[in-house]
């Protein structure tokens, strides 16, 4: 039976080195390229065929979650925080709990987003994490950067933060 | 309620803030005296990487408080500041010059709220606008509600200090009410009109609730054909002011015409908010003369997005 499933996960690794991912392009390169592809299109390339999928399934692609302004991403990932939170907890899934830094500098909605990742987000993504910039629509009040500190004690940590509030 | 205090621990990356970078803060005081600003510019001086800071009600009137909050503004680089509702005094000139002479400095708002608070008078003025002169990297500037037309003289020195800055991209100086009379409008707008015509960079131009009339508007918008830059102004016609239909005609028509580059002329006529007539009523009241203006600039902007 493992032997069979080793044999079938061989197959497939085999099969998605020798397809032609974008042509007669080497494997490090063609990797160098989907690197680059923004969040939601890499996402969306691992639904291209079971070779792209094998392929991409490696964490290392997941490690960094770029939306910053010049991510590419298409912006309805950036203005609307359910298709954001979305996106953002998909590439954790992928990372494996790899997860590296988070630039959420380019999303426009003034939630409290990044404590709602937060909220959802494993205990083993939150240990990975060493660079956060939160979203800077809105700013976090000193309780929620207290909270957001202590969630991620070892992460450095980017973000506004507004003091003073009138009643 | 959370008080100016609590951003210390933050500021001074006291644990668990140990490795918290702060982008931009605002501070809002509701309390504290002289030694909370003297703490926080302390604090705020320590603190790398900050690039916004926004201080909020805050009386700032005193030298030693500006100086010291300005400074540590200066030693923390921040690049973009706010002032709102500080009261600031022409005792804050020579630290908002410092700040603007700091390196990379890009933004500087401030807005008194009162229209009895004159910040740009004399002594202090030739040193603020010196560093406003020399300032190379300068792009927004806001001086709103700091009865900038009580000296027109010294309104005249600070408008032709900004002259050749070749960075700025934004002023606005809405809430500065002129005294009404016509030598004071002809003498603010024609101080503008200088301005304008000589500016090579200037995008956005915010003059709402400047009462500057028919004899502070004309040279402006004589000026605006000799202007190659100015995409926005806006003129924000306070309640009781509007423009006549011969002034639409003999002076904004064609000087609309005569640019090259506006697309948004704002704040030309004011509808009276208890006029009984609805929104639809209100479109047609429109003068046809700034019906053309705003056919003309709906026109560049359709062409800007077909070439886009």
């Not at chain 2, 100016?4 to 803030?17: D, S």
């Not at chain 2, 923390?76 to 600031?88: H, P, V």
């Not at chain 2, 007539?277 to 009241?285: C, P």
Request: aromatic share 6%; charged share 25%; hydrophobic share 45%.
């Amino acid at each position: 039976m493992l032997t069979r499933r080793v044999a079938r996960v061989h197959g497939l690794r085999e099969a998605a080195l020798s397809l032609p991912l974008l042509g007669p392009l080497p494997g490090d390169l063609v990797k160098l390229i989907l690197r680059l592809l923004p969040l939601d299109r890499r996402l969306r390339a691992r639904e291209v065929c079971r070779g792209w999928r094998f392929f991409l399934n490696d964490a290392s692609f997941w490690t960094h979650v770029d939306l910053s302004p010049s991510c590419g991403v298409n912006p309805r990932f950036l203005d609307s925080w359910r298709r954001g939170l979305a996106l953002l907890r998909a590439a954790c899934v992928c990372a494996k709990g790899g997860l590296q830094s988070v630039d959420l500098s380019g999303v426009t909605y003034c939630t409290p987003f990044v404590l709602q990742w937060l909220d959802s987000a494993s205990a083993v993504d939150k240990a990975s994490l060493r660079d956060l910039v939160a979203p800077p629509p809105r700013r976090l009040d000193v309780e929620q950067v207290t909270a957001l500190c202590r969630a991620l004690p070892l992460c450095r940590e980017r973000c506004g933060v507004e003091c003073g509030v009138e009643c | 309620m959370l008080r100016a205090v609590e951003a210390l621990p933050l500021l001074g990356c006291e644990p668990p803030f140990a490795l918290l970078t702060i982008n931009d803060l605002i501070v809002y005081f509701v309390e504290g005296g002289e030694q909370a600003f003297l703490n926080l510019a302390s604090a705020l001086s320590g603190h790398k990487g900050m690039e916004k800071l926004f201080i909020h009600t805050a009386p700032l009137g005193a030298r030693a408080t500006v100086d010291a909050l300005l400074d540590a503004a200066i030693s923390a680089g921040i690049k973009d500041a706010c002032f709102g509702g500080c009261g600031l005094t022409p005792t804050a000139l020579p630290a908002l010059g410092r700040l603007l002479h700091s390196p990379g400095f890009a933004s500087l708002k401030v807005w008194n709220g009162h229209q009895d608070a004159a910040i740009f008078e004399s002594p202090s003025m030739p040193v603020f606008c010196e560093a406003l002169r020399n300032s190379k990297s300068l792009r927004r500037l806001w001086l709103m509600g700091v009865n900038l037309w009580a000296d027109i003289a010294a309104a005249s020195q600070l408008i032709a200090a900004m002259e050749g800055l070749t960075a700025l991209r934004e002023l606005s100086i809405e809430g500065n009410c002129t005294d009404v009379t016509p030598e004071t409008q002809r003498a603010a707008g024609e101080c503008l009109a200088r301005f304008i015509a000589c500016s090579t960079s200037l995008r956005v131009l915010n003059l709402a609730n400047n009462r500057l009339g028919d004899p502070g508007m004309t040279p402006i918008f004589q000026a605006l054909g000799r202007n190659t830059c100015l995409e926005k102004l806006n003129f924000g016609l306070v309640n009781g002011e509007h423009i006549s239909a011969e002034f639409a005609h003999d002076v904004v028509l064609p000087a609309v015409r005569a640019t090259t580059r506006l697309r948004e002329l704002n704040g030309l006529q004011w509808v009276d908010a208890d006029d009984d007539a609805d929104e639809e009523d209100d479109e047609e009241e429109l003068l046809p003369e700034l019906q053309e203006v705003e056919d003309i600039l709906a026109a560049r902007r359709r062409a800007d997005e077909e070439a886009a």
